[in-house]
């Protein structure tokens, strides 16, 4: 399975931006899809998650300006980022999992940038 993240960039502060994780397979088949992002004083961090049966979570400092989506006919999960802060800089990654007989298969994008700055 491959992830391809993309969308990142340099936006203003309270501006906005929409990420994109294509997926290589039917993201039918994938059991959770996420969004994780990283600085390098932090560790990876979880933004949103959305889960196969519509249930959806999010950090607490995103709460109310990001939105997770899936697109099952385009194979695509979206982040919809409003209201973007300087603190949201990070490179962001997608995430999906698949609970499968065998176990469960982790997967990562190859990480997008996305800088909030005037």
């Known amino acids: 399975v491959q992830l391809q993240a993309s969308g990142g960039g340099l936006v203003q502060p309270g501006g906005s931006l929409r990420l994109s994780c294509a997926a290589s397979?039917?993201?039918?088949?994938?059991?959770?899809m996420g969004w994780y992002r990283q600085t390098p004083e932090k560790q990876r961090d979880m933004v949103a998650i959305?889960?196969?049966?519509?249930?959806?979570q999010y950090g607490d400092s995103v709460k109310g300006r990001f939105t997770i989506s899936r697109d099952d006919a385009q194979n695509t999960m979206y982040l919809q980022m409003n209201n973007l802060k300087p603190e949201d800089t990070a490179v962001y990654y997608c995430?999906?999992?698949?609970?499968?007989?065998?176990?469960?298969?982790?997967?990562w994008g190859q990480g997008t940038l996305v800088t909030v700055s005037s």
């Open positions: 959305s889960i196969g049966d519509g249930t959806t």
């Open positions: 397979i039917s993201i039918r088949s994938l059991n959770v």
């Open positions: 995430n999906a999992i698949r609970v499968a007989a065998w176990g469960t298969d982790d997967y």
